[in-house]
């Protein structure tokens, strides 16, 4: 696929986005069109076990594209924020873990994009945070519902209301990332993250990723019926019997994709 604002690659069952748009790979309408481009594509692929999102230069993303921005009108706007939503959307909902590699600036969009990822690894020498309040917004890409719901709504609401970018240690402390790593170390911690994830059963990554995200939106009882559902379909695909077969035998489990 040919994209202008990314890089989409493949390589030992790991889907690679780069996001290569300098210099602070900003994040306007063609890019997030893009995005939605290449979530679908890395689901259509079987051999894409995990996608990791990262950036070139010395930004993740450092916001959305401001100067596209500032002669929207009210409709304009509201139609950007969609099509951030959509993009943001295709991140989350996709049957595959997804990480991002967090190499430097990710404010405002790049925040949020973060947000919409399974895990976040930053680099400690980058920064995070929601500067929208700063130029007369609120974060448009589900920036007030992704970040309550992970850091809780006192830490989310200091974050919107001041507009402060946030260092790596912060991040860590509050639980808005799940790693810090030196800069250098970053690609091939986060590749060593993502083959570990990788070599466990492709469905049972599938079907934990929704029941985990359907549940947050769930009481505890009709979470846990989500959960029983998934378990009991684990054994419709055939991989619990080869994962369990593999573990009784003591050799690696040679996993098929059923898309069950």
Known sequence: MEFRNLKVSEA??????????????????????????????F???????????????????AGADIAEMKDFSPMQAREFSRHGHQAMGKVASIGKPVIAAINGFALGGGCEIALAC???????SARIGQPE?????????????????????????????????IDAS???????VNRVVPKEKLLDYVTELAKKIARNGPNALRLAKATID????????????????????CFSSGESAEGIAAFLEKRKPEWRVTNS
């Open 12 to 41: 030992d069952g790991i889907g690679w986005l780069r996001f290569g748009r300098p210099p602070v790979n900003a994040l306007n309408t063609e890019t997030l069109f893009e995005v939605e481009r290449a979530f679908d594509w």
């Open 43 to 61: 689901e259509k692929q079987d051999d894409v076990l995990v996608v990791v999102l990262t950036g070139e230069g010395k930004a993740f993303v």
């Open 118 to 124: 399974d895990i976040r690894v930053m680099a400690d």
């Open 133 to 165: 309040a700063k130029l007369g917004l609120v974060p448009g890409f589900g920036g007030t519902q992704r970040l309550p719901r992970l850091v809780g709504p006192g830490i989310a609401k200091e974050l919107i209301y001041t507009g402060e970018a």
């Open 170 to 176: 912060l991040a860590l402390r509050i639980g808005l």
């Open 214 to 233: 359907k549940g947050l939106d769930a009481d505890l009882t009709t979470g846990n019926s989500y959960e029983a559902a998934a378990f009991g379909k």
